[in-house]
Nanobody, 125 residues
Framework: QVQLVESGGGSVQAGGSLRLSCAAS????????MGWFRQPPGKEREFVAA????????SYSDSVKGRFTISRDNAKNTVYLQMNSLKPEDTAVYYC??????????????????WGQGTQVTVSS
């Protein structure tokens, strides 16, 4: 229903920063909770961060809390993930997700997320 395209990935040195963007088309994002997940090499996809439809509630995995910030600009139909103090273990393909419950709980628990194609983040030591 909604198409998502991630951008902003790349290769950075440990301690550096990147900002990922997720642009939506086909639907406006104001009804959707949004989230970021990642899949490290050889591992399963894991939750990173989520934000509710209004931007008033955010949720983070323990591994990124204090380093990553999720935000959204519904007027631009875009969600962001600011990643600071990057570590080699942050290396993964990062995926954007959208969920119609509009809640951070929903995007982490329901199986009907819309997904982007992913963008590669590589952090070297």
């Amino acid at each position: 229903q909604v198409q998502l395209v991630e951008s902003g990935g790349g290769s950075v040195q440990a301690g550096g920063s990147l900002r990922l963007s997720c642009a939506a088309s086909g639907r406006t994002l104001d009804s959707y909770a949004m989230g970021w997940f990642r899949q490290p090499p050889g591992k399963e996809r894991e939750f990173v961060a989520a934000i509710n439809r209004s931007g008033s509630v955010t949720s983070y995995s323990d591994s990124v809390k204090g380093r990553f910030t999720i935000s959204r600009d519904n007027a631009k139909n875009t969600v962001y993930l600011q990643m600071n103090s990057l570590k080699p273990e942050d290396t993964a393909v990062y995926y954007c997700a959208a969920q119609l419950t509009g809640t951070t709980y929903g995007i982490k628990t329901r199986g009907d997320n819309n997904w982007g194609q992913g963008t590669q983040v590589t952090v070297s030591s």
